[in-house]
Structure formats: structure tokens, C-alpha cells
């Protein structure tokens, strides 16, 4: 929905998945993917660093077009720093 601009939607959605699976390295990625795609980067930016820190692997994130903007962002910067030491 994220990608289509349905943004109430996807929040609901979501909210959803992280709430049912607050640990899985995919689901975070994926949220906080979503998440920049509808302009909350401050929900974008803890969500993948989580999933980094619980292994998903950070050449993914590299790869993701959708984040590009978000990889050049200083804080993001840090928090990747910081969950690839928790890795």
C-alpha cells in the first residue's frame, strides 16, 4: 500500500506487522522501508537499524533504490554504524 500511496492504509498495516513480529529482521526491514516511502523517516530509521542488528543483511539495504535518499541521511548513517556493531 506504502507504494501505491494508500497511506492510512499502510500505516494500520504497519503498525500491524511490527506489532506481531517485533523481532523478525524481514518485517522491520520491510516496515521501515515502507515507512520512508511515506515520508516518516523518524519511524524508518529505527525500524531498519533493528532489522540490521537482528541480521538481515545490510547489502540489501544497499540495493534498495527506495532508500537511497535515506542512506546519504546523517542519522541514519549512525544508527547503521551502530547496529553493525550489535551484528
Given at each position: 500500500?506504502?507504494?501505491?500511496?494508500?497511506?492510512?492504509?499502510?500505516?494500520?498495516l504497519l503498525?500491524q506487522?511490527?506489532?506481531?513480529?517485533p523481532?523478525?529482521?524481514?518485517?522491520?526491514?520491510?516496515?521501515?522501508?515502507?515507512y520512508?516511502l511515506?515520508?516518516?523517516?523518524?519511524?524508518?530509521?529505527?525500524?531498519?537499524?533493528?532489522?540490521?542488528?537482528?541480521?538481515?543483511?545490510?547489502?540489501?539495504?544497499?540495493?534498495?533504490?527506495?532508500?537511497?535518499?535515506?542512506?546519504?541521511?546523517?542519522?541514519?548513517?549512525?544508527?547503521?554504524?551502530?547496529?553493525?556493531?550489535?551484528?
Amino acid at each position: 500500500y506504502a507504494f501505491v500511496g494508500q497511506t492510512d492504509r499502510s500505516l494500520a498495516l504497519l503498525r500491524q506487522a511490527t506489532t506481531l513480529a517485533p523481532d523478525d529482521p524481514k518485517v522491520l526491514f520491510l516496515a521501515g522501508e515502507s515507512y520512508e516511502l511515506l515520508h516518516h523517516r523518524d519511524k524508518s530509521i529505527p525500524l531498519i537499524a533493528r532489522s540490521i542488528a537482528l541480521g538481515f543483511r545490510s547489502d540489501q539495504l544497499e540495493r534498495s533504490p527506495e532508500l537511497a535518499s535515506l542512506r546519504a541521511y546523517p542519522s541514519f548513517q549512525k544508527a547503521l554504524k551502530s547496529a553493525l556493531n550489535k551484528h
